[in-house]
C-alpha cells in the first residue's frame, strides 16, 4: 500500500488514508501480491538488481558451492558435488525402472488375465469379477515394477559411487570415467554369477554409461556448452 | 545469478522429488546392505558365512532401498503437493504428508488398513517434527540474547 500504487496516489496522506479504510472493508476476494500492493504491482520496480521479475528458478545455485571437478557439469542440473549426483541419477534410474517394469507388469497381467470358467450346472460360462482381473492386473504390476526399479536404482548407486570416486581420484571428469565406472558397476554386480554373466552385464552398463555421454553431449550441444574430451 | 542470502541447501519443489527419491533409496540400500549383511552372517553356518551375508545382501538390501525409497519419494511428492496448495510451510505439511503416504502405501489392504497405516505414519511425522521443533527452541534457548551485567552503583571495585 505504501509503495505499490504508482502514479495516481501521491504522498498526501491526508487522501491515502480514507482511501485505505474504503478498501480493507471491500470483501476479500483473493490474497496475492498484486491485491495487496495494488492493481500496477511491478516487482521489478521493488529493487532493480534483486532479479524478482524472472520467472520460477530452477535449481539456481550458488557458484561457490558447485561442484569444482573440471568437466563434471553434466548440462542438465547444476550439481553441488558426489552427493547431488547420486541422488539425482539414482532417484531419476530408479523412477525410470519403476515405470518401465510397471508398464511390463501390467502387460504381463494384461496377458494373463484369468479365464472365465465353464459352470458344471447351467452349463455356461461364469463370468470372471472384475475385482479379480485388477488383483491379478495390479499383482503383476507390483511384482515387475519394483524389481525392475530395484535393480536399475543399485546399477545408478554403484555407478556414481564409482563414478565420483573416478572424478576424485583423477581430478577430472571424461568420458572415459562414465564408461569405465559402467563397466565395473557392471561387473560387480554380477560379480557372483560367472565370467559369462560379468561380461555381459559389464557390456550392458558400459554401452548404458556410453548413450548415458551421448545423451549429455547432445544435450550440451542444444545448450552451446562444451564439454572435456 | 541469484540472490547471496537465498538458501540453496534445499532445492526447489519439483525436482527435489527425484532428488529424495534417489536419496532415500540410496539411504536404504547402503543401509540394507550393512543390515542383511551381519544378519546374512550370522544366521548362517561356520564355513559359509561370508557366503551367506553375500546372498543375503543380494537377496534383501535393494529390496530395503526401494522400500525407502518409495517412502522417501511419495513423501516428498505429497510435501510439495501440499505445499503448492496451502501455500505455507508448517509442521502440518510433513504430517499431512505422512498421512497421505500411508494410505497411499496401504491402498491394497482395503479400507481399514489405510486408514489406520495413515494414522501411525501421520503420528510418526507428527512425533518427529515436535521434536525437531523442541530441539530447535531448546537450541535457541541455548543462544539467547544475555542482558548487559548492571554496572555496580556503589562504585567499581576497584575504588573499594
Not at chain 1, 32 to 56: Q, T, V
Not at chain 1, 134 to 154: D, R, S
Not at chain 2, 116 to 140: D, H, I, K, P, Q
Request: hydrophobic residues 40%; glycine residues 14%; neutral net charge.
Amino acid at each position: 500500500m505504501w509503495f505499490g500504487n504508482g502514479d495516481n496516489n501521491t504522498a498526501q496522506s491526508g487522501e491515502t488514508l480514507p482511501k485505505q479504510q474504503q478498501q480493507d472493508e471491500e470483501p476479500k476476494k483473493s490474497e496475492d501480491i498484486s491485491s495487496i500492493l495494488g492493481s500496477d504491482f511491478d516487482p521489478s520496480k521493488l529493487h532493480p538488481l534483486a532479479g524478482l521479475d524472472k520467472e520460477i528458478e530452477y535449481l539456481d545455485l550458488d557458484d561457490e558451492k558447485l561442484n569444482t571437478i573440471q568437466g563434471s557439469s553434466n548440462g542438465i542440473l547444476p550439481s553441488r558435488g558426489w552427493g547431488d549426483d547420486m541422488c539425482y541419477g539414482t532417484g531419476a534410474v530408479y523412477v525410470l525402472g519403476l515405470g518401465f517394469g510397471g508398464l511390463q507388469g501390467l502387460n504381463e497381467g494384461f496377458k494373463h488375465l484369468p479365464q472365465p470358467k465353464l459352470d458344471p450346472v447351467t452349463n455356461s460360462l461364469r463370468p470372471v469379477p472384475f475385482k479379480l482381473k485388477l488383483n491379478t492386473v495390479l499383482n503383476q504390476v507390483t511384482k515387475f515394477g519394483p524389481h525392475a526399479g530395484n535393480t536399475a536404482g543399485v546399477m545408478a548407486i554403484m555407478y556414481n559411487i564409482i563414478d565420483s570416486s573416478l572424478d576424485n581420484i583423477r581430478g577430472q571428469h571424461d568420458d572415459w570415467n562414465s564408461l569405465a565406472s559402467g563397466w565395473i558397476s557392471g561387473a560387480l554386480y554380477k560379480s557372483t554369477s560367472g565370467l559369462k554373466a560379468i561380461g555381459i552385464s559389464s557390456t550392458v552398463m558400459t554401452i548404458a554409461a556410453a548413450s548415458w555421454c551421448g545423451f549429455k553431449r547432445l544435450v550440451a550441444g542444444n545448450n552451446g556448452s562444451s564439454f572435456g574430451a | 545469478m541469484s540472490t547471496p542470502e537465498a538458501d540453496h541447501s534445499r532445492d526447489p519443489c519439483p525436482i527435489v522429488i527425484l532428488n529424495d527419491f534417489g536419496g532415500a533409496f540410496a539411504m536404504g540400500a547402503i543401509g540394507g546392505c550393512v543390515w542383511h549383511g551381519i544378519k546374512g552372517f550370522r544366521n548362517s553356518p561356520y564355513g559359509e558365512r561370508g557366503s551367506g551375508a553375500i546372498n543375503a545382501i543380494k537377496a534383501r538390501a535393494p529390496v530395503v532401498g526401494g522400500n525407502f525409497g518409495v517412502w522417501g519419494g511419495l513423501f516428498s511428492f505429497y510435501d510439495c503437493a501440499i505445499k503448492s496448495v496451502r501455500r505455507r510451510e508448517d509442521a502440518w505439511n510433513a504430517i499431512l504428508a505422512g498421512f497421505m503416504v500411508g494410505g497411499s502405501l496401504a491402498v491394497r489392504g482395503g479400507r481399514k488398513h489405510m486408514f489406520n497405516s495413515a494414522v501411525t505414519c501421520a503420528c510418526v511425522l507428527g512425533v518427529f517434527e515436535g521434536v525437531g521443533m523442541l530441539f530447535s527452541r531448546y537450541m535457541a534457548w541455548a543462544n539467547k540474547p544475555v542482558a548487559m551485567p548492571i554496572p555496580d552503583q556503589q562504585g567499581s571495585p576497584l575504588a573499594a
